[in-house]
């Protein structure tokens, strides 16, 4: 049989104990050593994050691949908020009504801050509009040339009612108003003619006053049509001195807005529009347009949520970056579609749904625009609609506000399509290897919109400059959590753990949840027994009862091959 001594492995050599005087030597304790300031051991991912958010350029998203433990997503929120804060703000996002397709809500953007202020003055447009109108409706110029247009219809119609009663007095007959129209009536000695002289007239007599009469009716018809043309030109007139009127009120009101607004063309061309739909609306204004003043008998039926009147002039504020300082960045917990991509809301009222621009509600994408959204992939994934819908923003460079599903609704219903805002954002993944492989190699989109990989190792070298950087660590769990302090042998023991972990005695672990986890364990053992410090003890107990806890199907499998129930053959 061959010789096995060679194959034997002296005790000493199963673990690699730290040399407190090499490789501790700089400090007694955790008191003395500054906490870490980054990530630990990741100069590969660290390369790669920066080169990431350093492209400016389609498809350079980010994708932070490692397993769970390793820090890649403290790490992620907090490299690229510091970036973030270099950054420029971006622009606010309004939605305001298309006056010529209320169906298509316009996107306008503006400096950051300036949302609010437009919406801001937009009200106090309206407000003002609401006080100017019906004055400028009530001024002398107004009423004056009101009352022209109304006595000169009158005295036309009045001539030509005249002249129709006197043809038919010639022709023998008076002219009577019997509800709804005019009749013609013989005379006789100045006043209608009594049935029985009508009854006594030959039947020439009584066809030669037919057939005046039926001249007559015609003659009064062509009345009618005129008086009705000169009807429909007086209100002509009457509309087009209203918006007159309207126009030199509200004028000058929005007139303020354009100075203000000038060197942003959309605001100026949204203003125009907004001119010339108070102009035709103005009675808005001077009487309110609600049921009860169109038809006071009107029977009151139960309302929903009151309908602002002017609501098609207000500002519908989307992202307001007035407090952004640099770029945005947004952290999706929960990234359903709603939260990822907005929504578009609804009142319910009287059996039937109804929207406006004005309840166009945002998602983290549009929050994030001009910026940084970060999000986990396992939670992207799990919904399909999700997933492609991003991709789709991403590809297109357009947040695009659409309720889930409107395309497969078999009833349609009334809804609006808001303009699609330009999309500008660095989208950054966080996910463990599986799922990228599987990406990788399944979805031709995923390569062209993910270009980046930030890949984070499990393990790192061991040696000093890590081994100060584990002390650092430590002292930062410390601090932060206000923990007791670590000896340096209970700072030995934690590096010893650190290459188990790792299951090499020359490499360090960075799955740092599970370090963090026994540094907490450790510190409530030490605070337990009242020691000063957190010792080497503290540290391998807290390691002990850690296994303990976790390894009972271990345990069982060892019993069993004691028990020769599980038989293991070596060579």
């Known amino acids: 049989m061959e010789n096995t001594e060679r194959y034997r492995i002296p005790l000493e050599r199963l673990k690699k104990a730290c040399n407190l005087d090499k490789e501790l030597d700089f400090c007694s304790s955790t008191r003395e050593v500054a906490p870490f300031d980054g990530v630990i051991g990741q100069e590969r991912a660290v390369r790669s994050m920066q080169f990431g958010l350093d492209m400016d350029a389609p498809g350079y998203n980010i994708f932070v691949v490692g397993p769970n433990g390793t820090g890649r997503s403290s790490y992620a929120n907090a490299i690229v908020a510091r970036t973030a804060v270099d950054g420029d703000e971006p622009d606010d996002w309004c939605y305001l009504n298309n006056f010529a397709n209320e169906d298509q809500p316009w996107a306008v953007s503006l400096p950051p801050g300036w949302g609010k202020i437009f919406q801001k003055d ?36 009045e001539s030509l009612y005249r002249a129709i009663d006197e043809e038919a007095r010639t022709e023998g007959f008076t002219m009577r108003q019997i509800p709804p129209r005019f009749m013609f009536m013989p005379i006789k000695d100045g006043q209608p003619m009594p049935p029985e002289d009508f009854e006594k007239l030959t039947p020439e007599e009584r066809q030669s006053l037919d057939e005046r009469g039926r001249k007559l009716t015609k003659r009064l018809d062509e009345t009618l049509r005129t ?22 009120s509200a004028g000058p009101l929005v007139g303020r807005l354009n100075d203000k607004y000038a060197d942003y063309p959309r605001i100026v061309e949204y203003l125009d529009s907004a001119l010339k739909d108070i102009v035709e609306k103005h009675t808005l204004f001077v009487v309110p347009e609600t049921p009860e003043a169109k038809n006071p008998m009107m029977p009151q039926m139960p309302q ?140 031709e989109d995923f390569q062209k919109l993910f270009k980046v990989r930030v890949d984070f190792d499990i393990e790192m070298p061991r040696n000093m400059a890590n081994i100060c950087q584990y002390a650092s660590f430590v002292t930062f769990v410390c601090r932060r959590d206000n923990l007791k302090d670590f000896s340096r ?16 005695q020359n490499k360090l672990s960075t799955r740092f949840n599970d370090v963090t986890e026994t540094i907490y364990e450790a510190a409530a053992l030490a605070e337990y027994e009242g020691s000063e410090y957190v010792e080497a003890s503290h540290v391998s107990k807290a390691i002990e009862e850690r296994k303990y806890r976790a390894h009972r199907i271990e345990e069982k499998i060892q019993e069993q091959i004691i028990e020769k129930k599980m038989l293991i053959s070596t060579e």
């Open 489 to 504: 042998s209970g700072l030995g023991k934690v590096i010893e753990y650190g290459s188990r972990l790792a299951g090499n």
């Open 122 to 157: 937009m009200d106090e447009l309206v407000t003002d509009l609401k006080v100017a109108l019906p004055k400028a409706f009530e001024e002398n110029s107004y009423v004056q040339r009101k009352t022209a247009i109304i006595t000169t219809l009158q005295q036309n119609m």
């Open 227 to 248: 008086g009705q043309t000169l009807e429909k030109d007086a209100r002509t007139q009457m509309e087009e001195l209203e918006k007159q009127v309207a126009f030199s």
């Open 304 to 443: 929903g949520p009151e309908t602002d009147p002017y609501i098609r002039y207000r500002v519908n504020v989307l992202v307001n970056n007035e407090k952004c300082t640099g770029q945005p960045v947004v952290i999706e917990p929960t990234p359903n579609y709603y939260n990822l991509f907005g929504k578009i809301e609804y009142n319910s009222q009287m059996f039937s749904m109804s929207t406006d621009f004005t309840m166009i509600r945002p998602g983290a994408l549009h929050k994030a625009n001009g910026g940084f959204l970060i999000l986990q992939a396992k939670d992207i994934l799990t919904d399909a609609y999700v997933w492609e819908t991003l991709k789709k923003a991403l590809k297109h460079g357009k947040a695009v506000v659409e309720n889930i599903g409107e395309q497969y609704r078999l009833v349609p219903t009334g809804t609006i399509k808001p303009e699609p805002i330009p999309l500008n954002v660095k989208v950054i993944m966080i996910s463990n290897p599986q799922i990228y492989d599987i990406l990788y190699t399944l979805d």
